[in-house]
């Protein structure tokens, strides 16, 4: 469904209004979480080459202490992303797509110089125990949502709504290859053992390879990549308010759109308010807002899981732009279940008294943001279940005003 705001309109033809609020309040919670976590790692990484921002102290949180100069860098570079989303997607695109080719610059780099100077015997051994998988797998879910942005400007970008499907595939098998790339050069550059001390990994692995240069151009690329991670997600937060704000689940103002350049306005400053706040709360506030954020996540994937069955059994002749499991009748039911059960099962890691139980103040930060949508859910009228043409409502609307927020590009 190529319409600005992916699993939301997606969830409304399925399940109604209700359910689609569930479902869009916790993607919503995960992509302002991913864009605040960037506000405060981004000055964490450019302490890394310049550790004179850790300067005047303002206060503690949970043990971690605040610094006026870090940030603020935070801060202004909340302000400057969110002005320039305002302009509109063409130029954060045009931002996007420079860095992007950076990153790839410095990931070939980075395989010459482990070529030229790493040793895979540094690699052995390949595992040791899993306790390293359960918890990297708790957080699997912080990382997928990255790729959820994709649909959420299907409106406003002049691709083929078949080619968006497939970009989604590409763009996974790229950040795949991205990250073994990562662990495949930093596990080869020093043994294991001389990098347990390591503040940032990759780029002291680097440094040990290639000095400063080499521990430079990886901070460089970290600081590309969240750039590119936290522009990508002001594009997908905003776009998804603004749908769930036209169908009434949010307040009228976040779906007013800027009078030139016709991009939610409001919802950007929404959430660049949240960002540029966040950093003054220290750097424990990542692990908080990756914990936090992961299991709403994952409410949202059992719902779109669920509901890609019920439509496939509903409305067998649905217009379909991307075939899930070919052409043969089998294939779709098969990877809906295998999807139902495999987020299902994510979803118990967070249950507490689990192994990977989170602390107590994710939980806090969970359980607040959703009695804040509680608060919502409550005025939202059960209806009818919705049949093909429940986003026609919103279709019209984004005929009035052009072709969906912000300029087509």
């Not at 040793?119 to 990255?146: C, E, H, I």
């Not at 460089?220 to 308010?241: H, Q, V």
Request: some cysteine.
């Amino acid at each position: 469904m190529p319409l600005a705001g992916g699993e939301h309109n997606y969830l409304m033809r399925g399940f109604g209004p209700r359910l689609a609020f569930i479902g869009s309040w916790g993607i919503v919670g995960g992509y302002i979480s991913v864009a605040a976590f960037e506000a405060v790692a981004i000055p964490r990484t450019v302490a890394y080459i310049v550790p004179d921002v850790y300067s005047i102290p303002l206060w503690t949180v949970a043990d971690s202490d605040v610094y006026l100069v870090c940030a603020l860098i935070g801060t202004v570079t909340a302000v400057l992303l969110t002005v320039l989303n305002i302009r509109g997607i063409k130029a954060a695109s045009v931002l996007q797509t420079s860095v992007i080719l950076f990153l790839v610059v410095m990931a070939l780099a980075m395989i010459g110089l482990t070529y030229l100077e790493g040793d895979v015997s540094n690699a052995q051994p390949l595992f040791t125990d899993n306790a390293g998988l359960l918890a990297v797998l708790v957080v699997v879910p912080f990382f997928f949502v990255g790729f959820d942005v994709i649909p959420q400007s299907a409106e406003e970008v002049n691709v083929p709504p078949r080619k968006i499907g497939r970009l989604v595939l590409v763009s996974v098998a790229m950040a795949t290859a991205f990250y073994v790339t990562i662990i495949l050069t930093t596990s080869t550059a020093l043994p294991a053992s001389d990098m347990q001390d390591f503040d940032l990994a990759t780029a002291d692995a680097m440094d040990a390879l290639a000095g400063e240069f080499g521990s430079n151009l990886v901070i460089a690329g970290g600081l590309a990549g969240l750039t590119t991670s936290w522009n990508a997600f002001l594009i997908g937060a905003s776009r998804l308010m603004w749908a769930m704000a036209k169908s009434g689940m949010l307040p009228g103002w976040f779906a007013k759109l800027h009078p030139t350049y016709r991009t939610p306005a409001n919802a950007l400053i929404f959430i660049g308010i949240i960002c540029a706040i966040a950093p003054f709360f220290g750097e424990v506030m990542m692990g908080w807002l990756v914990d936090s954020s992961s299991p709403s996540i994952v409410i949202t994937y059992v719902l779109v899981s669920v509901v890609f069955l019920v439509l496939r059994r509903r409305e067998p002749g649905m217009d379909r732009p991307l075939r899930i499991g070919g052409r043969a009748p089998s294939g779709g039911p098969i990877i809906g279940v295998a999807a139902v059960i495999t987020t299902a099962a994510l979803l118990l890691l967070y249950i507490p008294g689990m192994p990977a139980a989170l602390d107590i103040q994710p939980y806090v930060i969970f359980v607040v943001w959703w009695l804040l949508g509680l608060a919502f859910l409550t005025r939202i009228p059960g209806g009818v279940q919705p049949g093909p043409d429940a986003e026609e409502g919103l279709v019209s609307a984004l005929a009035e005003r052009g072709r969906g927020p912000g300029a087509r590009t």
